[in-house]
Nanobody, 125 residues
Framework: QLQLVESGGGLVQPGGSLRLSCAASGDTLDDYAIVWFRQAPGKEREGVSCISRIGEIKYADSVKGRFTISRDNTKNTVYLQMNSLKPEDTATYYC???????????????????WGQGTQVTVSS
């Protein structure tokens, strides 16, 4: 019965920054691993970053060094800080929750029981 809501997207120039939020309700976020996905028009959905249930973190190579995922359990929220944004980062960004990925963000594709509605990020000059 976990619900997720993304926010923080918008229009930004190349080199700029945005912070996305994934706010959870209905359950405590520390019982879940959270994965940020993105999907651009005409392209397949890709994983951007993951934080496991105990805090292990993974990033896609395309965003490593520029994006930072973090969790604030007191606010029941996961964040994605995006710096040095590029036009190829333009996409709809989604967060999803799974009860697997306890130690590591690895292994078979899990059951994502909850998805947010998505927030649009556009990077353009």
């Amino acid at each position: 019965q976990l619900q997720l809501v993304e926010s923080g997207g918008g229009l930004v120039q190349p080199g700029g920054s945005l912070r996305l939020s994934c706010a959870a309700s209905g359950d405590t976020l520390d019982d879940y691993a959270i994965v940020w996905f993105r999907q651009a028009p005409g392209k397949e959905r890709e994983g951007v970053s993951c934080i496991s249930r105990i805090g292990e973190i993974k990033y896609a190579d395309s965003v490593k060094g520029r994006f930072t995922i973090s969790r604030d359990n007191t606010k029941n929220t996961v964040y994605l800080q995006m710096n040095s944004l590029k036009p190829e980062d333009t996409a709809t960004y989604y967060c999803a929750a799974t009860e697997t990925f306890y130690y590591y963000c690895s292994g078979p594709y899990p059951d994502f029981g909850s998805w947010g509605q998505g927030t649009q990020v556009t990077v353009s000059s």
